[in-house]
């Protein structure tokens, strides 16, 4: 059993980049998303490919651990499951080199850019953590903004206002291609 504790963090800014370590271009699709936060999710990643299920384990912070089972399928497979899949979002995934757990930030393409968010996966629920300065605010716990509800709802659905609410304060993603990294 894989237990995933996990803060995130809307970006702003470019202070991130310094610390790429590796990147990723990935699709997901969501072949399930119940309202107890069970997700069913296909992840393709240039020649990988993955299923993965997530859930709320009984008694935990839903907005701050859950169980993860993630297993490797064939790319074929892979791609029939992304076909079925009545959401999806792409994004890059950057690895990066910070003190304080597993960090990455995902730079979110089409109908979710200029959306970035850092995520860090931690050993443990109170594990202390000090936020890079281009963290610009938590957003653990934001359903609304789960990769899952960003697949079916996507930031250029939000309404004008939410959307402004949202990004206000962020500076510097709307202009930048992770292609060029």
């Not at 109170?126 to 789960?146: F, I, K, M, Y």
């Not at 609410?165 to 709307?174: C, F, M, S, T």
Request: glycine content about 6%.
């Amino acid at each position: 059993m894989a237990l995933e504790i996990e803060r995130r963090f809307l970006v702003s800014g470019s202070g991130w980049r310094r610390h790429i370590r590796w990147q990723a271009h990935l699709q997901q699709g969501y072949l399930l998303v119940a309202a107890d936060g069970l997700t069913v999710r296909v992840r393709t990643s240039g020649e990988q490919a993955w299923l993965t299920l997530k859930a709320v384990p009984a008694g935990a912070a839903a907005a701050l651990a859950r169980l993860e089972f993630e297993y490797p399928i064939p790319p074929p497979d892979a791609e029939q499951l992304l076909d079925l899949a009545p959401a999806r979002l792409a994004k890059w995934r950057f690895g990066l080199d910070l003190p304080g757990g597993d960090w990455v930030v995902d730079v979110f393409e089409a109908e979710n850019a200029p959306l970035v968010v850092a995520e860090v996966e931690l050993a443990s629920a109170d594990a202390p953590l000090q936020p890079p300065a281009w963290c610009l605010r938590e957003l653990t716990g934001r359903h609304d903004l789960s990769n899952a509800a960003l697949a079916r709802r996507p930031l250029a659905d939000w309404p004008t206002d939410q959307r402004q609410q949202l990004l206000a304060g962020v500076e510097g993603v709307d202009s930048w291609n992770p292609k060029k990294t």
